[in-house]
């Protein structure tokens, strides 16, 4: 009888659940209760209700991220970098599962893992600025190993293991997975390739980014009229973008880019816009909010900052975003783009 | 990416670029040992090098990704391969922080191995150098006056570049067919006493082929003996023995510019190339400091006036003039520790054989060794006409004045 009883007492909680799954603030507390378990150490807490939750929602990103992060601070390393994994495989679109199966890499001494994996979230995402950081040090400490084994020293004993830092939440709008104090992307040492300065965003934006379009600092010659007016057509431009992209007109998305502007990673114009196009279309729902837009004007150039609350299918990243938009003809067309803090 | 760094592989770099035939060469040594590979089931040699100079050169040109790329894959392939992972480490380094030098290890590392280290640097310096410097198309060393057609193969190593390049004999002359990095003694070159690290300078002889299982690890995949100290060197007082081309140890693909106690050192792919190459007592090996690159005609000049002493050396035996012939040989002449009265009658007997049957030189060679004396180390088979065969000989001749004589005479086994 015991069986029946808890066949039905999980038919309840399934039932509960199923109920909750109409209010979408339901998930962020879901998120929140277990972030919050985590952080004061109720560790088995933590990976039950997440194990609960996954077993109705067994492909959230979010919930996966967190049992990840469960798994390695429980020891269960390999199991970790099988959620990771299976996470970078399934939304290879976020560099967090990357940073994080390249800190477990690390933490085996597979620092050659390790760093493709971070050139991945990179890749991804190049302002990652954590990312950054772990791959400056695993590069630093590959160097070591290269070094040692040139001076044929016994490096083993001599120099510690990085310290790489983990991501504990897979959409953290107060950046709280960034190590404190961390700079704005530190821009690599040796530019990658003279074709791809996407792969130094931590460079601060040409243009000098005023609170918005303030007169404060108007340009000399424009009128702080002119600036005004200029300030509102760019936010028109980045508004239309955001439209396109929810509506999945790949034609007016695409259309939004200028010539000049450079694909992260490596990429061709046309390699990035076919990657667009996939990850875009293949949506069955996108929505997209901006909020706390603030733009900035200098002659026919302009920066816009916002916070964009994306959602597609099960996906919900909300993030920081630049947008760097050089004005043609009578258009305001993206340049660059830049995701992060 | 400072100045320092970006100085000296540019300067790498535009010299490999500038050097053409270098590159060509390279790359159809490749070719080659690709093709070889089908024959000889492996032939690796100077593929390292050539990987390693294509990073220096990506590194030159900025592409430092690529630069990166083949330096990781380099080090899979090599892990022993010290001064290419020197550079890998640069490469990294360059992705996290500038560099400052070639090199740039950090200061913990380079108190530890400071040696290593300024080894390593001197490596690098070294296979540039020979690459950018290459012989002149159609040269050949000043010490190979004749060679016959035994002598299929010859070594020639330049110390100063640390340098060894092989040559095939053909019927059109020597050829070039590669040349590899080396290492030489501790102390240098110009060996004297048995003990003092450095390797010797002169006209030398493979004189066997080690079997590799019977040598300690630290020989690498085998061994070639050379014959020091020879007649000349013994004649000057000079002492030591067991000077060898030999590879390197399991934990080094290739050793510092100065490293051995006297041996000459190859990486094991490329001694491996010289031991399936060269025959045993044939193969001239000269080792000089500095390597004098000529025209063949200019040798062929120069070898005239040895050339008349040799004919006219052999018309004397030919004739049976006893007297004749004994002024060929200097009066400090030497022969297994016989002196010129002692060694008389062997002599005397000789032509009694001959009796006045004109003698031919088969197969002969001579090569020119100069320093503070200028002297001929000769070989031939010494045939007596209406006979098939005779001994081989090899006699030392040095020259008095403008006259070229004999100081040592002696059959080869």
């Known amino acids: ?341 | 990416m400072t100045q320092g760094f970006f100085a000296f592989l540019l300067i790498a770099a535009t010299g490999l670029l500038s050097a053409a035939p270098a590159g060509a060469e390279a790359g159809k040594k490749h070719q080659k040992s690709e093709s070889s590979a089908r024959r000889n089931s492996t032939s690796n040699d100077g593929v390292a090098e050539a990987r390693l100079i294509e990073v220096y050169r990506l590194t030159g040109q900025g592409k430092m990704r690529d630069a990166l790329a083949k330096a990781e894959s380099l080090v899979r392939d090599y892990p022993n391969f010290q001064l290419a992972q020197l550079v890998y480490g640069d490469l990294l380094t360059s992705r996290a922080r500038p560099l400052h030098k070639f090199g740039d290890v950090p200061e913990a590392l380079a108190h530890k191995a400071g040696a290593t280290l300024a080894e390593l640097r001197d490596e690098s310096q070294a296979r540039i150098k020979a690459l950018r410097e290459r012989p002149p198309a159609g040269t050949i060393p000043s010490q190979f006056l004749a060679l016959s057609p035994r002598n299929k193969h010859a070594i020639a190593v330049d110390a100063s570049r640390s340098r060894l390049y092989l040559f095939e004999n053909t019927a059109q002359g020597l050829n070039l067919v590669a040349d590899y990095y080396i290492s030489v003694g501790k102390s240098g070159i110009e060996k004297m006493v048995e003990g003092d690290a450095r390797t010797p300078l002169g006209v030398y002889f493979i004189t066997s082929n080690l079997d590799p299982k019977s040598l300690r690890d630290f020989y690498g995949s085998g061994a070639l003996p050379i014959n020091y100290p020879n007649v000349l060197d013994s004649k000057r007082g000079k002492t030591g023995r067991g000077i060898w081309l030999h590879g390197t140890p399991p934990n080094q693909f290739s050793r510092a510019p100065l490293a051995s106690d006297g041996c000459v050192v190859l990486a094991n792919p490329d001694l491996e190339r010289i031991i399936r190459t060269v025959e045993v007592r044939t193969t001239p090996v000269v080792i000089s400091h500095k390597i004098d690159w000529v025209p063949p005609h200019s040798v062929r000049a120069q070898s005239k006036t040895f050339e008349e002493a040799l004919a006219a050396w052999r018309n004397a035996k030919s004739n049976g003039d006893f007297q004749q012939l004994l002024s060929f040989y200097t009066a400090d002449f030497n022969s297994q520790g016989k002196t010129l009265r002692e060694w008389e009658p062997a002599l005397r007997n000789e032509v009694e054989r001959v009796r006045g049957r004109p003698i031919q030189l088969k197969d002969l060679s001579y090569l020119r060794w100069t320093d503070a004396a200028d002297t001929m180390v000769v070989t031939f088979g010494e045939v007596p006409d209406g006979t098939r065969t005779g001994p081989t000989k090899r006699q030392y001749w040095i020259r008095e004045g403008n006259q070229w004589k004999i100081f040592y005479e002696g059959n080869l086994g």
């Open chain 1, 1 to 341: 009888m015991k069986h029946g009883s808890a066949h039905i007492t999980h038919l309840l909680r399934l039932a509960i659940l199923a109920g909750s799954l109409s209010l979408t603030a339901v998930h962020a507390d879901d998120y929140a209760d277990v972030n919050q378990l985590m952080r004061t150490g109720k560790l088995a807490e933590a990976q039950a209700k997440v194990d609960q939750y996954l077993a109705t929602k067994p492909r959230d990103p979010q919930m996966r991220f967190f049992k990840g992060v469960i798994q390695r601070e429980t020891g269960k390393t390999n199991d970790a970098i099988g959620t990771f994994t299976r996470l970078t495989e399934d939304y290879p679109e976020l560099p967090e599962p990357y940073n994080n199966l390249a800190v477990l890499y690390a933490g085996q001494g597979q620092y050659d893992k390790a760093r493709a994996a971070l050139e991945m979230a990179i890749r991804t995402n190049p302002s990652y600025s954590t990312a950054h950081e772990n791959l400056g040090d695993v590069y630093a400490k590959l160097a070591s190993q290269a070094y040692n084994k040139a001076l044929q020293l016994d490096g083993s004993s001599t120099t510690a293991q990085p310290k790489l830092a983990l991501i504990r939440e897979l959409f953290d709008p107060n950046a709280k997975g960034q190590r404190p104090g961390a700079q704005p992307t530190p821009a690599p040492a040796a530019p990658a390739a003279p074709a791809a300065p996407a792969a130094t965003p931590g460079k601060p934006p040409v243009v000098a980014a005023a609170p918005s379009a303030a007169p404060a600092s108007p340009s000399p010659t424009a009128p702080p009229a002119a600036a005004d007016s200029a300030a509102k057509d760019v936010e028109a431009a980045v508004r239309a973008w955001a439209k396109a992209w929810a509506a999945k007109d790949m034609t007016a998305y695409l259309g939004a880019y200028g010539k000049e502007f450079t694909p992260p990673g490596k990429q061709s114009r046309s390699s990035w816009e076919n990657e667009r196009r996939q990850r875009i279309v293949s949506k069955n729902n996108i929505s997209l909010r901006l909020e706390n837009l603030s733009v900035s004007v200098n002659g026919n150039k302009a920066v816009a900052k916002f916070r964009q609350d994306y959602k597609a299918d099960a996906l919900s990243v909300s993030s920081r975003k630049t947008l760097d938009l050089v004005k043609s003809g009578e258009r305001w067309l993206i340049v660059r783009e830049s995701t992060g803090t």
